[in-house]
């Protein structure tokens, strides 16, 4: 919950969601760095996956990120998920010659000491 209300009240992301009768039924997470942007948790119930909402709310992504002037749009997908990764190859996303490294960051692990620029 902590992510999805960061994501809505930052000023460089939030939620898209699709609704259908009063359901949700399909959710993006988006956000970007002034340059790259980035799709976390594309998601649609699974009764209704394969109807061309996951495209949609692709779309939906890439075009808000357009607005905000992002030129590059980047997302992550477990390497074994063979779903997902021919999805996003209908779409025209590449294979990324890169590592995604991640370390949790928690409040008070390095204190500031010093005067080093930022």
């Known amino acids: 919950m902590d992510e ?6 930052g000023p460089t992301s939030t939620v898209l969601g699709y609704s259908l009768d009063g ?4 959710t993006a997470m988006v956000g970007h760095d002034g340059h790259r942007g980035w799709v976390y948790y ?12 996951g495209r949609l ?3 939906a992504c890439e075009q808000w990120l357009i607005e905000r002037g992002a030129v ?3 997302l992550m997908i477990r390497s074994d998920n063979s779903p997902v990764i021919g999805f996003y190859d209908q779409l025209g996303y590449e294979l990324s010659d890169v590592q995604v ?12 000491t010093g005067s080093a620029a930022l």
């Open 72 to 74: 590059k749009v980047q």
């Open 42 to 53: 594309l998601a649609v119930a699974p009764d209704r996956q394969e109807s061309g909402l």
């Open 57 to 59: 709310m692709m779309e």
């Open 23 to 26: 359901d949700l039924i399909a």
């Open 4 to 9: 999805l209300l960061r994501a809505m009240n």
């Open 101 to 112: 490294r991640a370390k949790w960051l928690k409040a008070g692990d390095h204190a500031h």
